[in-house]
């Protein structure tokens, strides 16, 4: 009897994995989205070009380090290449900052003024993007592919059905620990950390205070240029990078910040896994699944699909919605109400 | 020590503050009293930065202060107090006290990697100094509570105690008694009182509790539909005509008048 065994590998292998993976992917790029609107108090549209940015400045490195014979092989040579990503996106956003949020920023502009404005910022980054890497599908993962494969997993355990996980599924999950440690360590126990919930916290105050609000604007802007930049580069990794793809990004990513709340970090970490895990569940196959725990004259003979994969940006559109009409502050409190 | 010269605040048509002069003395706690609405936390928020006043001047020690921006005046060491007790709710009584200070290395980026034995070395010194105030006013219990969980008037003397971070020169305190309960009201008193006397702090403060005013502050100055009234020792105002019919209206006073 090892058809539920079996069929909990084959959820395993095409939902659960899948969706840790997507669902740090969907994290970290809420993170970005939640800091920005903690401290600016605005939406800023552009994170979803920011991440293409990112990941594009990587993959060119990436692209030069290979050229010079540089690897890190069995790790993609990405990962190298990433912190230089992350500065050239640090470099875009502060002086996207300098060029344009400050004047509203002096202005005293209101919030819906400012998130126009990153909608506008949103289109010139996309120019830039497809300007300088093109519009089309790049690959740039390299190193070992697999860390377990299928055929593997089937021979070591004598299981029919086998798991994969890949090395940019591992990667992305072990690096979102790492970036959610290191984000909370600095955000609760270092002065400038504790600055930025401060003035999130309290503006009116902060600015009475000792806390010098650009230096906390500059420190936002450089958490947000990291994280995008390596949301963007995992997700490239276990996929693909396409300039259009980012943008798509833009909805799973607010999704996932207003169900955890906006303004809230541990908000934003919860609600990246549960809007990668309702994709994944809602568009995955049932077919095979049942037929393993059913009896075999019940095997249905439909894909017992949900939603087809090509309406996976309803999941998020539809849970965005529902949390907005019944807890419009998010599962965690947020800021927005 | 703060001097203000015809200093006008008009919302509109609304002249909340109408030609105000008057000076608040260096090492003393002065008193602003008046009516509802008579202007004073709008005097208060032009003298600290909150609003620019429509005309007039502003003088801290003889030099222009008039139009600079709350945290301008901070550096300069004048500080204020809000009439509903601000604080980062989210943060605990010791890291809130450790906010205050400006210009921590700490909060430069750049610093904490290259040069972290300093930072912490600041940073020690400035938890030092919150642990200090903390003691002084005697909130020891409640030093790593959240700020937000704080009772109000533990909340006013947090508030208190931000000015004594930085060493303020010269601090506003906005209606700090209200909704305080008589012991903190009094553990607060003390607190202002000793920070007047010990350490050569000016206080000006807006209040409605005439036991606590008449406790603490000298010389009371009274405004009334944004002009000053009248000014002097609590004893003299407390006798003035013009301050009892500001604060009742002219009508109980004829009534008084017809009865005796």
């Known amino acids: ?337 | 020590m703060i001097e203000v010269k015809d200093l006008h605040m008009h919302f509109g048509g609304i002249h909340a503050v109408d030609g105000v002069s008057l000076s608040f003395e260096g090492g003393r706690i002065t008193g602003l009293i008046g009516p509802n609405g008579a202007g004073k936390t709008t005097l208060f928020n032009v003298i600290a930065g909150l609003h620019k006043p429509t005309s007039g001047k502003v003088y801290l020690d003889g030099a222009d202060i008039t139009g600079l921006k709350p945290h301008e005046l901070f550096a300069k060491g004048m500080l204020r107090t809000f009439q509903i007790a601000q604080e980062f709710s989210t943060l605990t009584v010791r890291e809130n006290l450790m906010m205050v200070p400006p210009n921590q290395s700490g909060e430069r980026l750049l610093d904490t990697w290259i040069r972290p034995a300093q930072v912490r070395r600041e940073e020690e010194q400035v938890r030092a100094k919150a642990d200090e105030v903390i003691e002084f006013l005697e909130i020891t219990q409640v030093a790593d509570e959240l700020a937000g969980n704080l009772s109000g008037g533990q909340k006013k003397l947090l508030e208190l105690g931000r000015t004594m971070m930085v060493d303020a020169k010269i601090v506003f305190l906005d209606e700090v008694g209200a909704g305080v309960n008589r012991t903190l009201l009094n553990t607060l008193g003390d607190a202002i009182l000793r920070l007047q006397k010990e350490r050569g702090y000016t206080f000006c403060m807006i209040e409605h509790d005439m036991d606590f005013i008449s406790r603490l502050c000298d010389p009371v100055i009274v405004m009334a539909e944004g002009a000053v009234l009248t000014q002097g020792s609590i004893e003299e105002v407390k006798a003035n005509e013009q301050v009892i019919e500001a604060y009742l209206g002219t009508g109980l006073k004829n009534k008084r008048g017809a009865v005796s």
Do not use: C
């Open chain 1, 1 to 337: 009897m090892d058809g539920p065994l079996n069929s909990f590998l084959l959820l395993s292998n095409f939902v659960l994995v899948p969706g840790m993976a997507y669902g740090s992917q969907l994290a970290i790029g809420a993170l970005g989205v939640t800091l920005v609107y903690g401290i600016l108090r605005f939406s800023n549209f552009a994170h979803g070009d920011t991440m293409a940015f990112g990941t594009m400045a990587v993959i060119l490195v990436t692209w030069l380090l290979q050229s010079w014979g540089v690897s890190i092989s069995p790790l993609p040579t990405a990962l190298l290449a990433l912190p230089f990503g992350i500065i050239a996106t640090i470099a875009l956003l502060l002086l996207t900052d300098r060029w344009v949020y400050r004047f509203f920023r002096r202005e005293k502009a209101a919030p819906v003024v400012f998130l126009i404005a990153s909608v506008g910022v949103m289109f010139v980054m996309n120019g830039l993007v497809r300007f300088i890497i093109g519009p089309n599908d790049q690959r740039f993962a390299d190193g070992e592919r697999f860390i377990i494969k299928a055929r593997e997993f089937k021979r070591l355990t004598g299981m029919s059905e086998g798991v994969t996980f890949k090395t940019s599924q591992g990667l992305t999950i072990l690096t979102a620990v790492i970036v959610v440690a290191a984000l909370f360590w600095f955000l609760n126990r270092t002065r400038a950390g504790k600055s930025m919930r401060a003035y999130s916290d309290n503006e009116d105050l902060a600015l009475l205070s000792g806390i010098n609000p650009e230096r906390v604007v500059m420190i936002t802007w450089i958490l947000a240029a990291a994280l995008a930049t390596i949301a963007g580069t995992l997700y490239g990794l276990d996929k693909s990078f396409k300039p259009f793809t980012y943008f798509q990004l833009l909805l799973p990513i607010f999704a996932s910040a207003i169900v955890g709340g906006l303004g809230n970090p541990l908000g934003a970490i919860a609600g990246g896994f549960i809007i990668a895990f309702s994709e994944v569940t809602v568009t995955y196959a049932y077919k095979k699944f049942l037929a393993y725990n059913l009896p075999p004259d019940w095997a249905p003979e439909s894909l017992m699909q949900l939603l087809s994969t090509d309406y996976k940006f309803a999941v998020s559109f539809v849970i965005l919605v529902l949390v907005l009409l019944i807890r419009p502050t998010g599962i965690f409190k947020g800021k927005a109400t």
